[in-house]
């Protein structure tokens, strides 16, 4: 897994300003109020910050804006960047602040002046979310990325009060990494068997990882889970994790991931263009591990299992066919209409399995389901169903909080309708109109009465084309930072 690059914080010194090298960073307000730290640069380097903020140009600056003046004089720095920051911005805004600075750090060491600035662990954070690079498979080049990352400094009057109040912020930008890192990984190398080893290996941070595998999904009957993957050499898996930091007789919160490492569509073959993107149908899995991470790595006080299926899509003469009929674990038998709707196949038998083991108090379930999601809401929303008002609400709000784009969708007995099988109870798609709708449709057949629910198509913002706030173009993280909010505000016990 990628590391963060480090970030440490500490006192305000005059010389280590003036001897900083790579990029030195300041804060500013949108009416040119100098905070502390910027007035000491501003005295190395003889008023030239103070010239900055007294020209035309600056009235026109906005908060979030940055302004750098290079190889300033009396600094060893070759770059002096002015933060334009509203004193009173929200968290939110703090880390897109951030998030600008990482842009511009590169490689590079940074040291932030962020004088008394109360946003410093979000200005933190920010830093932390951007300052992301995938590079395991360049070698030596022109476009080859520096190994060394460069380390971050964070100047504060109260560093080791900052210090404790960004490092939970900074085990949500680890998950967030580990979620981009996997999505980003190329299918030759995230097999179902890689995928697994690497949860694994997060019983380092105090997590509880078991892999079924193939034999004992048999045994447990998750048939449409295993009809998706039976086509494949790369054997199919489930990983289950748990974090039990609450009450030990709370019920958890499950949250349940697609983990398509690869989805040639099956014998419902896919275009070839653009087939190579689906490296990154595993998303809700990555984000699904990525949180689980979280929450591990802040010692969340709450109660929370993560269960992920692992398969892979591939046409072969032992693959699934259309038309024909698989017997779910929960019983309900589905008509295979499109080997190319495999997701949900996946999930609906490992939330079956969640609520059968777990009893959970909710349940979430994150996929990169359907294209119609991106048709209806593009790359800045993803996809929100639910049967629990309250519950969908909580995640929504903390979505916003966290700054991750969510959006409401309807259920309803007209789109169910539409997947009706005349040959079994269910049949797997219903066609083009409603496509996701009509997906989460189907895996509300696999809810419980009882169970609180969220379905996250997560289709359009798992990975994107362009640059985000937060994120290169690629894998996004998107999601860990909600989730782990969700539980922080919702399921954890005070201590």
Not at 30 to 42: I, V
Not at 308 to 335: C, F, Q, Y
Not at 407 to 421: A, H, N
Not at 468 to 484: H, I, Y
Request: proline content about 4%.
């Amino acid at each position: 897994m990628s590391s963060l690059t480090p970030i440490r914080f500490q006192a305000t010194d005059l010389d280590a300003i003036a001897q900083a090298t790579g990029r030195v960073a300041i804060l500013v307000t949108p009416d040119g109020k100098m905070d502390p730290g910027a007035r000491r640069a501003n005295r190395l380097t003889k008023g030239a910050v103070a010239r900055l903020l007294e020209s035309e140009g600056f009235d026109k600056a906005k908060s979030g804006q940055v302004i750098s003046l290079a190889w300033p004089a009396g600094m060893a720095a070759e770059a002096l960047d002015v933060l334009v920051l509203a004193r009173q911005s929200n968290p939110v805004a703090a880390r897109k602040a951030g998030a600008e600075l990482a842009k511009l750090k590169g490689t590079k060491a940074l040291m932030l002046l962020a004088g008394n600035a109360r946003q410093a662990d979000n200005l933190a954070l920010g830093l932390a979310l951007r300052d992301y690079r995938f590079d395991a498979y360049k070698t030596a080049g022109e476009e080859a990325e520096a190994d060394d990352p460069g380390e971050i400094v964070i100047c504060h009057a109260r560093p080791d009060e900052m210090a404790a109040a960004a490092e939970p912020l900074l085990a949500v930008a680890e998950g967030a990494h580990m979620t981009r890192d996997l999505v980003n990984e190329p299918a030759n190398i995230l097999t179902t068997t890689e995928f697994a080893d690497r949860l694994v290996e997060m019983r380092d941070l105090g997590l509880t990882v078991e892999v079924l595998d193939e034999d004992t999904l048999a045994e447990l009957g998750m048939r449409t889970l295993l009809s998706v993957g039976q086509g494949s050499v790369s054997p199919s898996k489930v990983v289950v994790m748990q974090w039990m930091g609450g009450n030990p007789d709370d019920a958890p919160l499950a949250l349940v991931g697609k983990g398509v490492v690869f989805d040639t569509g099956g014998i419902s073959l896919k275009p070839s263009a653009g087939m190579e993107d689906m490296t990154m149908d595993m998303g809700g899995a990555g984000v699904v591990a990525g949180t689980m991470r979280a929450l591990a790595s802040r010692k969340a006080k709450a109660n929370v299992v993560g269960l992920v299926g692992l398969v892979e899509n591939m046409p072969s003469g032992n693959a699934t066919r259309p038309g024909d009929v698989i017997r779910s674990m929960k019983g309900t038998t589905v008509e295979v209409i499109n080997t190319d709707a495999e997701g949900r196949l996946v999930l609906c038998d490992v939330m079956w399995y969640a609520q059968e083991r777990f009893k959970p108090a909710g349940m979430i379930d994150l996929a990169t389901l359907t294209g119609a999601i991106i048709v209806g809401l593009g790359h800045d929303n993803a996809g929100v169903f639910s049967n629990d008002d309250s519950l969908c609400n909580a995640f929504l709000k903390a979505a916003k909080a966290e700054g991750e784009g969510a959006w409401r969708m309807p259920l309803g007995k007209g789109y169910d309708d539409l997947i009706k099988s005349r040959i079994a109870d269910i049949k797997n798609t219903g066609g083009r109109p409603a496509g996701s709708i009509t997906a989460a449709q189907f895996l509300a057949r696999f809810v419980k009465d009882e169970t609180p629910w969220i379905h996250l198509d997560i289709a359009g913002v798992a990975s994107v084309k362009s640059d985000t706030d937060f994120a290169p173009k690629g894998a996004t993280g998107w999601g860990v930072a909600a989730l782990n909010r969700l539980v922080r505000d919702r399921f954890e016990i005070e201590e």
